[in-house]
């Protein structure tokens, strides 16, 4: 990220829950809500041969909310959570004060290709355009041959999202990414796109509904989207 991304979420550190709040505060659910359906998703569509998952990353882990759900959900053994802004960091470290969790600027981890899954959320439309490419590389360079990158992002079509982002101060000057942006920009960094699917189409108010949002998944409506992707196996190790 640009040094005013990391100028912007140091200052937003303390207060991130409650501008989040505010924006989310529209479709009747908090973050945890959207927290945990990810993560279960991502889950529930791991492939099969993804199973006893040992370190996971968080990138672009913020305030460290997320840590504890993908370690309890997906059942990782440890967590990298990497970030620009230090003082996110710095409460990240304070309220997941755990020997499984480590909680890094995006200088002190050296990508070592040794990570089972990366998993982001709502980060690279705060990369600017020029520097996403370098993310993805990033990215790549810590998974181990035949790991995944979760990458969930804000759908631009969904005009919801767009409510949402709106009402939320750091996310009001965000770059958005189609699906399609996204899908172009991992295979160009070297990934393999094993689905692509979106989720939360129903606001509170219409949660009734939600029963049907899976057989949806593959349509262009839901608020965010994910896009899976695995880095290849070179063929010698097949």
């Known amino acids: 990220m640009s040094a005013d991304s990391n100028e912007s979420f140091d200052r ?24 945990h359906r990810r993560i279960e998703w991502l889950r529930t569509h791991l492939p099969r041969d993804m199973t006893g998952l040992n370190r996971v990353m968080d990138y672009g882990c913020g305030t460290g909310s997320s840590a504890p759900l993908l ?4 059942g990782a053994k440890a967590l990298i959570g990497t970030d620009t802004s230090a003082k996110s960091l710095a409460i990240a470290a304070r309220d997941h004060n ?35 490419a370098g993310a993805v590389g990033y990215i790549y360079r810590a998974i181990r041959p035949g790991g995944l990158f979760a990458l969930w992002e804000n759908n631009p079509w969904n005009p919801g999202t767009r409510l949402v982002m709106s009402r939320i101060p750091f996310d009001r000057d965000a770059i958005t ?12 960094g070297g990934f ?12 509170n108010f219409l949660r009734g509904l939600r ?20 880095k290849p196996v070179p063929s010698s190790e097949n």
């Open 177 to 188: 990414l189609t699906a399609r942006n996204a899908r172009d920009l991992l295979r160009c």
């Open 98 to 132: 755990s020997q499984n969790f480590q909680f890094l600027n995006f200088d002190e981890y050296r990508p070592d290709g040794e990570l089972d899954l990366v998993y982001s959320n709502g980060v690279f439309h705060h990369i600017p355009l020029s520097d996403r």
């Open 192 to 203: 393999e796109i094993l689905r692509t699917d979106f989720l939360f189409i129903f606001p």
């Open 71 to 74: 370690l309890d959900i997906l």
């Open 211 to 230: 029963g049907i949002e899976p057989y949806c998944a593959g349509l262009p409506l839901g608020a965010q989207y994910q896009v899976l992707c695995r």
């Open 12 to 35: 937003y550190a303390e207060e991130y829950d409650s501008a989040l709040s505010q924006g989310l505060a529209v479709s009747g659910e908090n973050k945890d809500y959207f927290a």
